[in-house]
């Protein structure tokens, strides 16, 4: 019996770790660590971390935030067109890189939750400014939160409230771009 209740408790200690600490990419994510040393050990999202780092953001995103990342995984970058993702980490291409990149920041600590809630508040779609100078569209279907690009495509939240000590990611499936 002792056995039993000391394998439960190490079970619900377990679980409750992870609530705490998602995982993303093979990675826990620790909520005192920032965007940028979390997203470094997410297999998931390698291009995204090098883009960051050809943009020269890194500074930037391990900043105090608030942010809120819309995180694309190498699966969202491999839909891009092919070349695309190489081009723009070329040097030459450095200011379209950040402003794709900074397009999937927001200046604010958006939890899913709220983001459904403006959206209900909007009767069904709430614009999102970003820190790039975009504005796209919050909407959500169930559980699950999108993001409407400036071209029209939808990024589907993925996995959600990714908590970090200077924001919260949103990992998403699709690359936001802005309007042409």
Do not use: R, W
Request: aromatic residues 4%.
């Amino acid at each position: 019996m002792k056995f039993a209740l000391a394998a439960s408790i190490l079970a619900l200690t377990a679980s409750t770790a992870f609530a705490e600490n998602p995982m993303v990419g093979g990675a826990a994510m620790y909520e005192e660590k920032n965007i940028v040393e979390n997203a470094v050990n997410s297999a998931d999202h390698t291009t995204l971390v090098a883009a960051v780092q050809a943009a020269g953001l890194v500074e930037t995103l391990s900043g105090e935030g608030p942010f809120t990342v819309f995180a694309p995984t190498n699966d969202a970058f491999a839909k891009l067109p092919a070349g695309t993702v190489e081009t723009l980490l070329k040097p030459e291409n450095k200011d379209q890189l950040t402003k794709i990149l900074t397009c999937h920041v927001v200046a604010a600590n958006a939890m899913s939750e709220a983001i459904m809630k403006m959206v209900d508040d909007d009767k069904g779609a709430h614009p999102v400014k970003t820190v790039g100078g975009c504005e796209f569209t919050a909407m959500y279907e169930g559980d699950k939160v999108m993001i409407k690009d400036g071209q029209g495509n939808i990024a589907n939240v993925t996995i959600a409230d990714v908590k970090q000590s200077n924001g919260v990611i949103h990992v998403i499936d699709t690359v936001l771009l802005p309007a042409m």
